[in-house]
């Protein structure tokens, strides 16, 4: 079981959500017409589809992507099927001002590492699983009054050294204990 430090985790944090931040739901345009997926009574996506990154809900799952920078779409498919992020956790960042990346991490700190210790039911830091973020950005902060960031697990390939690279999954992984 690998450990992980707070440190160890800032790093990596940083480096996924430099990548990521400018996502958080960056097309304004989606917010005018963006699409959605179908989804059963409980709110689980029935079909695989491409959504407005707005529509972008916890329990979501997603297959590997590419993506990076700003992000205003996902594909999305029922966790039934293989994947390899699942959003678990949601929270809104509080004030006027879209904070800075410090401020942020602390916030995904404070609230998305215990998430993902009651969501998997082991604690972040002895999990061989990892997270990554969604963040607003200054456009989508400002003009669409976005403060929600999404925390997006994932199984890393052991194979690879940096723990970038996603396993594919089938099922959720809440409650997997690893």
């Known amino acids: 079981m690998k450990m992980r430090t707070k440190r160890g985790l800032a790093l990596a ?4 959500a430099l990548s ?3 996502s958080g739901c960056s097309a304004l345009s989606g917010i005018l017409g963006g699409n959605d997926a179908q989804r059963d009574e409980d709110g689980n996506v029935t079909e695989g589809t491409n959504i407005d990154i707005f529509s ?3 329990g979501d799952c997603m297959p590997a992507s590419d993506a990076s920078g ?3 779409d996902a594909d999305v498919v029922p966790c039934s099927e293989p994947h390899a992020d699942e959003v678990f956790y ?3 960042l509080q004030g006027d001002e879209l904070p800075g990346d410090d401020e942020i991490m602390s916030q ?3 609230e998305c590492v215990p998430a993902f210790t009651e969501f998997v039911g082991v604690d972040y830091y002895e999990s061989t699983l990892d997270f990554w973020w969604i963040t607003p950005t200054e456009d989508t902060w400002t003009q669409a009054n976005d403060r929600v960031v999404q925390c997006v697990i994932y199984q890393p390939d052991p194979a690879d050294s940096t723990g970038r690279t996603p396993l594919e999954v089938t099922g959720s992984l809440e409650g997997a204990g690893i």
Not at 13 to 16: D, N, Q
């Open 90 to 92: 949601e929270f809104e």
């Open 20 to 22: 990521i931040a400018l």
């Open 56 to 58: 972008l809900k916890v």
């Open 70 to 72: 700003e992000i205003t």
């Open 13 to 16: 944090g940083t480096a996924v």
């Open 108 to 110: 995904v700190e404070a």
